[in-house]
């Protein structure tokens, strides 16, 4: 997150995208409910995101479809974990920028997918709980 913070406070970005492909082995890894020994840490924010969408991943029977939905949510939630920083939110409160994007790269088409996130809607609902422009 040091990086963002300077991006953000001394660099004076405009757009923070965060990009994740289809056919991911560290999802396909975090799918694999097993000790994966030094792997386990990067491991643990992906298996927090199955978590949080178990009913929905568990819905999907084909198995790449699921692992293809599981690389979406997990740039979701990155794109959420960086909307909560303060370096973001307190710039955007100033300056209207950064602006978060999700994107997905499909090595096979050589196709980006904009998940099209409503970055102001995404961080009004953060700021409930993580508002951190005061």
């Given at each position: 997150m040091s990086v963002i913070n300077y991006a953000v406070r001394h660099l004076g970005v405009k757009?923070?995208?965060?990009?994740?492909?289809?056919?991911?082995?560290?999802?396909?890894?975090?799918?694999?409910?097993?000790?994966?020994?030094?792997?386990?840490?990067?491991?643990?924010?992906?298996?927090?995101?199955?978590?949080?969408?178990?009913?929905?991943?568990?819905?999907?029977?084909?198995?790449?479809?699921?692992?293809?939905?599981?690389?979406?949510?997990?740039?979701?939630?990155?794109?959420?974990?960086?909307?909560?920083?303060?370096?973001?939110?307190?710039s955007f409160a100033k300056n209207e920028f950064p602006v978060v994007h999700g994107w997905v790269f499909n090595f096979h088409d050589g196709l980006l997918k904009d998940l099209e996130i409503d970055f102001e809607e995404m961080l009004h609902k953060i700021q409930k709980i993580y508002n951190l422009t005061e």
């Open positions: 757009h923070i995208v965060v990009c994740g492909h289809y056919g991911c082995g560290g999802v396909k890894a975090a799918m694999t409910p097993k000790d994966l020994g030094l792997l386990n840490p990067w491991l643990r924010n992906i298996r927090d995101v199955y978590r949080l969408h178990e009913d929905e991943l568990d819905a999907i029977t084909d198995e790449n479809k699921r692992y293809d939905r599981l690389v979406e949510l997990n740039v979701l939630e990155q794109c959420r974990n960086i909307i909560k920083t303060a370096a973001v939110q307190q």
